[in-house]
Structure formats: structure tokens, C-alpha cells
């Protein structure tokens, strides 16, 4: 009989994998619904089982007992999650605020009536009505986008026909955002809980490559403090205003003439917030579980200077089954590196885990956080000792 009561998380991928770590230390039972067996989640969560989350009788039966329900990711079905709470289990976050992560052009409009900067955009229905917003723009699906997919730049009306024909194949809109002329990319991650409680994290900056998200630095250097108290009460005041709980992550641009404008939302933990995993006092993912269970939050501060994240991404082909092999020149160099792995099979390109390095020099932990990726993704294999 279990001591405390359980959680039902949807979604078997690495952040579902890194919420278990924090449950065990707090004493919190999990039930997993996973999309395989052995996927990334259900390698370290024994109460889990497979099925598809977007059949309701399976939510209904992974539910069934648990205290609450979170997520992996945001593809479930927004009426499934009404069907729930209507069953009278908390979902969390609710389906009237994780439809602002589902669905880009209910985000988009929501966020205009809060009077939150975000690029001009427009949902459109034809190469007419792109060229009417004007080109060159980006063009994005409103729902199933990730990593870069469903994200187009397109330059001419001949660039909107693979667009339009993904968009019609998956039965979703599309929205066109303008190209906007950013200095870089931040995220400011917040935690909210049912109770109202709320914790804000340093504001960061992050590096993309190929659509993926590769690198982290927190806090976000030469940021000034007027800025990053604007991305900070922008995400507490849309995590209020949207009555998200748990983790709400919130991708800014910096623009070169220096506004913040919102990309994108995400109400889960985030692959910008992996450094609190070593350089908070309590990370995205324990503060995402308190959340959900609406237990008092922890401290978001740093606990050092500075932490950078880099993602180990699969490498060549030949690397496919070694990534394990790169612990000892990996730990040996850095005794204070801190690797994370998401037991996923390797593939070019992949997430298969991240690698933490903190302390008080900036260019010694990009150095050391780099090198790290590098060398389990295999680009440095045939280098001297360094």
C-alpha cells in the first residue's frame, strides 16, 4: 500500500525519466503511461504501462486511484483532459491552460488580449493570405510542432507548398509569424502552484542548432537586470493569467533593438531548465512534482556563479552503442561534471542526454560543458588527452 499518493504521468520520454529521481526522494509514487516498452521513462519507473494517450479509456484506467495527472509532452487530447477533470481527477496543468502549449494560434491570440509582446503574426489558409502578411515570414503548424518540425522559413509563395501540404496532411492551421531580428534566444522558467505560490528562475540563454535546443547558459550573460526582470514577471504574470501549474517555460527572443518577445510556451519541465538539475538549490523537475501535488515550492537560486548545459546529440553512425564508453575520459578529465543519459538508443542527431558544468568562471564551464558533449557524441574520439 503506498504511503503517499500517486501520480500519473503521461508520457515515457527523458523528462518524464528525470521527475522520477526527485519522486523518490520525496517519497512520491509514480504511474507512467508509456508509448513502448523500454522507452526512456519506463526504464526507471517500475508502475508503468504502454498505451496510447490519446485513447481516454486508457487515461481513464492510468488515472484510476492516482491523485493527479501530469505530462512528458502536450499531445493529449484537450477534450480527453476535460473528460478527466470531469472524473474528478486533477489534471495538472489544466486543459484550459496547457491549450496555450497545444495549440500556437489559441496562444497567440491569448496572449495579444494580456497586451504580451510577441512577433506580428496571422493564422493564414492560403499562399494568398501569406503573401498578403508578407514575405519573407516563418510559417508554423498550431499543434504537433517540436525540435524544429513543423517550422518553416519560407522567402516566396513557391516556398509555402510543403507547408501548407504537411499542414493539410496533419489537419492542423497554420500561422505566420514575421522573421524577427533577434540578438538571441532566452527562456525564463517559472514554477506555480494550485495554491498560487510561484518560484522564478534565473533567466537564460540558449543556443539552437538544426531547430534543437543545444545549449544553456545560466544565467544568461550581460543581461540587463530591467530585461530580465521583464522575461521573469512575463512568465509569472502568464502563468497566473493562464492558471498553469507546475513548470511554465517561456522561449523570448531579445531583439537586436532591444524589446522581449514571446516565441513560445511549454507547461512542462523544459529542456532550457536541465542546468537546475545541478545548479539550483531544487530543480525544474522536484519544483514541477511540488507543484502538481501542491507542495510548498523550493528556492530556484543558483547554486553557483554561472552552469551551462550543452545536449549530448547522437553522433556518427559508428558511435551507435558506445555512448557509455565516454564516462572515463568524461569524468576523469572533470571530476565536477555532471552527465545525464536517457537510456534512448543513438541515433544522428538525438537527444540522448545532457551534460551540467558550474562554478565561477563562464568561459571554464562552456569550455568544460563542451568538451564533455563533444566527447560522448564522438567528435572528439581521435584527440590527444587534453
Request: hydrophobic share 45%.
Amino acid at each position: 500500500m503506498a504511503l503517499a499518493p500517486t501520480l500519473a504521468v503521461i508520457g515515457g520520454g527523458q523528462l518524464a525519466r528525470m521527475m522520477a529521481q526527485p519522486a523518490i526522494a520525496l517519497g512520491l509514487p509514480l504511474r507512467l503511461l508509456a508509448e513502448a516498452d523500454g522507452v526512456s521513462a519506463a526504464q526507471v519507473i517500475p508502475d508503468h504501462v504502454v498505451g496510447d494517450y490519446t485513447d481516454l479509456d486508457t487515461l481513464v484506467k492510468l488515472t484510476d486511484g492516482c491523485a493527479a495527472v501530469t505530462f512528458d509532452h502536450e499531445h493529449v487530447p484537450t477534450e480527453h483532459l476535460h473528460a478527466l477533470e470531469e472524473a474528478g481527477i486533477a489534471v495538472r496543468p489544466g486543459p484550459e491552460a496547457l491549450v496555450h502549449a497545444q495549440d500556437k494560434g489559441v496562444m497567440r491570440s491569448r496572449l495579444a488580449e494580456l497586451g504580451i509582446p510577441c512577433p506580428r503574426n496571422a493564422l493564414v489558409a492560403s499562399v494568398a493570405d501569406v503573401e498578403a502578411f508578407g514575405l519573407p515570414c516563418v510559417l508554423k503548424t498550431t499543434r504537433g510542432g517540436y525540435d524544429g518540425k513543423g517550422v518553416w522559413f519560407v522567402d516566396s509563395p513557391e516556398d509555402c507548398a510543403e507547408p501548407f501540404r504537411a499542414a493539410a496532411e496533419a489537419g492542423v492551421a497554420l500561422l505566420a509569424e514575421e522573421q524577427v531580428a533577434f540578438r538571441r534566444e532566452l527562456s525564463a522558467l517559472v514554477a506555480r502552484s494550485p495554491s498560487g505560490q510561484a518560484a522564478a528562475y534565473a533567466v537564460v540563454a540558449s543556443t539552437q542548432k538544426d531547430g534543437i535546443c543545444h545549449e544553456v547558459v545560466a544565467p544568461a550573460p550581460d543581461l540587463a537586470p530591467q530585461m530580465s526582470g521583464q522575461a521573469q514577471e512575463i512568465a509569472l504574470r502568464l502563468a497566473g493569467a493562464l492558471d498553469v501549474v507546475g513548470i511554465l517555460a517561456v522561449e523570448l527572443f531579445e531583439t537586436e533593438d532591444g524589446r522581449i518577445l514571446v516565441n513560445e510556451l511549454a507547461m512542462r519541465p523544459h529542456n532550457t531548465g536541465h542546468w537546475t538539475q545541478d545548479g539550483a538549490v531544487t530543480s525544474q523537475f522536484e519544483n514541477h512534482l511540488r507543484a502538481v501535488m501542491d507542495l510548498p515550492l523550493g528556492s530556484p537560486e543558483p547554486r553557483a556563479r554561472w552552469t551551462v548545459m550543452v545536449n549530448i546529440l547522437g553522433g556518427p553512425d559508428d558511435q551507435v552503442g558506445r555512448l557509455y564508453d565516454g564516462f572515463p575520459h568524461a569524468l576523469a578529465r572533470d571530476p565536477y561534471l555532471r552527465v545525464h543519459l536517457y537510456g534512448k538508443e543513438l541515433r544522428p542527431g538525438r537527444k540522448v542526454g545532457h551534460v551540467n558544468a558550474y562554478g565561477d568562471d563562464l568561459e571554464d564551464c562552456l569550455e568544460r560543458a563542451r568538451h564533455a558533449a563533444a566527447w560522448f557524441r564522438g567528435d572528439l574520439g581521435n584527440e590527444s588527452e587534453a
